[in-house]
């Protein structure tokens, strides 16, 4: 028997990781069937925002309609791949918790697809990897997306520039 999810979160952040999550997401959609739905979301870190002395909302208005642009394209691509059961949110706060405990309640996830993160070592060290966090404490299925379309391994920055620079 083979497993069939009905609704999947797909976080976004602008990263090429995440891109990739969001294109096999469809994929996923369409092989289960057309009451799948993709829920997409940007969690705008608040946390980054403490900080600053002079707060600034214009910040996170920016941020916000950045991430909102950034949606709308996916969800438009997403309906010229033949999906029509696609939405996206913007939240705000501390991104492991939305995206790994939060949303999967309210929304009834039953897989996140997420992408595998780009932090360094040190990086997870010091602030934590947020797909390793999902990963652990999720109450549903997930799948970290490592590869590419024809899954083969995902690019790095340097090999992507590179390619850039060819086309």
Do not use: W
């Not at 009905?6 to 891109?19: F, Q, R, T």
């Not at 941020?63 to 705000?92: C, Q, R, S």
């Not at 490592?146 to 995902?154: G, I, M, Q, V």
């Amino acid at each position: 028997m083979l497993q069939r999810y009905k609704n999947i979160l797909v976080p976004v952040d602008g990263s090429y990781e995440a891109e990739l999550a969001f294109k096999k997401a469809i994929d996923v959609a369409k092989r289960n069937g057309n009451d799948t739905a993709i829920h997409l979301v940007h969690v705008v870190d608040t946390r980054a925002f403490q900080n600053i002395s002079s707060f600034d909302t214009a910040m996170v208005e920016q941020v916000t309609d950045t991430a909102k642009k950034t949606m709308a394209g996916y969800v438009e691509d997403a309906k010229k791949d033949g999906l029509t059961n696609i939405d996206y949110a913007v939240e705000y706060g501390a991104p492991k918790v939305v995206i790994a405990k939060d949303l999967p309640k309210e929304k009834d996830i039953d897989l996140i697809m997420i992408g595998a993160t780009g932090l360094n070592a040190v990086e997870r060290l010091l602030i934590g990897s947020v797909t390793e966090y999902v990963t652990r404490v999720a109450d549903c299925d997930v799948l970290v997306v490592r590869t590419d379309l024809e899954n083969k391994p995902a690019l790095s920055k340097a090999q992507r520039k590179a390619q850039q620079k060819k086309d």
